[in-house]
Nanobody, 124 residues
């Protein structure tokens, strides 16, 4: 059973930076495609970023591209989301997700394992 635990959320002033972490356990972390999703207030869950397990290819939503950076440290079984130039519209609960095989990294239903989420609130 794979378990994922996010951390790093909190209250962040607009324009600041914050790094989220996702610690994995119970599986072969280095072989999983990984992703970040988020759900803002009264919004549907949306894709944020993903990273492959083969060659660390990264994928981003248009709303965060150029501001957020996804990375992974397989030795620590941890994935990161570096968030820069944070905007009020980035306010959301951020979830990390993993799966053995993913056909479309941007689709949440492709992932089996999810963390409990970490809240990021951006103050303007």
């Amino acid at each position: 059973q794979v378990q994922l635990v996010e951390s790093g959320g909190g209250l962040v002033p607009a324009g600041d930076s914050r790094r989220l972490s996702c610690k994995g356990s119970g599986g072969t972390f280095s072989m999983y495609p990984l992703a970040w999703f988020r759900q803002g207030p009264q919004k549907e869950r949306e894709f944020v970023a993903a990273i492959s397990w083969i060659d660390d290819t990264t994928y981003y939503s248009d709303s965060v591209k150029g501001r957020f950076t996804i990375s992974r440290d397989n030795a620590k079984s941890t994935m990161y989301l570096q968030m820069n130039s944070i905007k009020p519209e980035d306010t959301a609960v951020y979830y990390c997700a993993a799966e053995n095989v993913v056909r479309n990294v941007r689709i949440g239903s492709e992932y089996e394992w999810w963390g409990q989420g970490t809240q990021v609130t951006v103050s303007s």
